[in-house]
């Protein structure tokens, strides 16, 4: 199945866990879908009959709020049946509203935002210790980094030369509150990143061919690690959730579910 068609079945899931749970972030994890398509149908070293393999490749949501992606996206790579997605946030379902390690698929639990890229650090130093040859790659929001932690993080693994260690910015301007610029602005991040000792590459992250190109020049790059801005738009395939603050953290009504599936194309 092509990358597009996949992201589109990611995408309908999203807005079905939001809407069955009543409560989720769409807006955020609209944005990543194609990120996160990329790794787990095309690049990441995983298996979902052996989610704990020890080479495999790891992967950390710092923006853990964005779980309906990926739930989405492991659901749809076979590491849990997609039925478990009519869970999401009910009581005794594994999906909780944040990412568990105890799910099948995630390698750390997370929330707090910052600290699921500081764990990310560790264990991308895990691997050049033990010389299992996996690489890390970590999803974070752009109002993410108005967390001090991050920079800890960023200072961190410059210094520990972590060219194992690829991070994706998921770049889409908005927060809760409304622009990142109006709350904390964050901008230059190529700049301020590149200022910490990284190499940055700019790019469309909804075009899988940008996409492609920037993960495979980051493990070329040796000497330290490597952060991807890719430029998102929130609510992304859902014409009205589009750039839209407001459903950073909105479930929607029935009305609104149903038209934003027309649009992905299942009714």
């Not at 568990?100 to 390698?107: E, F, M, N, R, W």
């Amino acid at each position: 199945m092509k990358l597009e068609a996949i992201a589109k079945k990611i995408r309908v899931n999203i807005i079905e866990e939001v809407f069955n749970a009543k409560s989720g972030h769409p807006g955020g994890s609209l944005s990543g879908v194609e990120i996160l398509t990329y790794l787990y149908f095309k690049e990441m070293r995983i298996d979902p009959e052996n989610p704990h393999k020890e080479d495999r490749d790891r992967f950390v949501l710092s923006k853990g709020h964005a779980t309906p992606l990926l739930y989405a996206t492991l659901a749809e790579r076979g590491f849990f049946d997609t039925k478990e997605l009519t869970g999401f946030r009910k009581i005794d379902s594994m999906l909780q509203g944040h990412p568990v390690i105890k799910v099948p698929g995630v390698d750390m639990s997370t929330g707090s935002l910052g600290q699921g890229f500081s764990t990310s650090i560790g264990m991308a130093i895990s691997q050049k210790l033990d010389k299992k040859g996996f690489r890390t790659y970590v999803l974070l929001g752009d109002g993410e980094l108005q967390e001090g932690i991050c920079w800890e993080a960023f200072m961190a693994g410059a210094h520990y030369k972590l060219d194992n260690l690829t991070i994706f910015i998921d770049h889409n301007g908005l927060q809760i509150d409304g622009k990142n610029e109006d709350v904390m602005n964050v901008e230059p991040i190529a700049d301020k990143i590149g200022a910490f000792g990284w190499n940055t590459i700019s790019i469309n992250g909804h075009d899988f061919g940008e996409i492609e190109e920037a993960v495979n020049t980051a493990k070329k790059l040796k000497g330290g690690p490597t952060a991807i801005i890719a430029k998102t738009v929130k609510g992304k395939g859902v014409s009205f959730m589009e750039n839209q603050a407001g459903w950073h953290g909105k479930a929607p009504n029935e009305e609104e579910r149903n038209k934003a599936l027309e649009e992905l194309g299942v009714f």
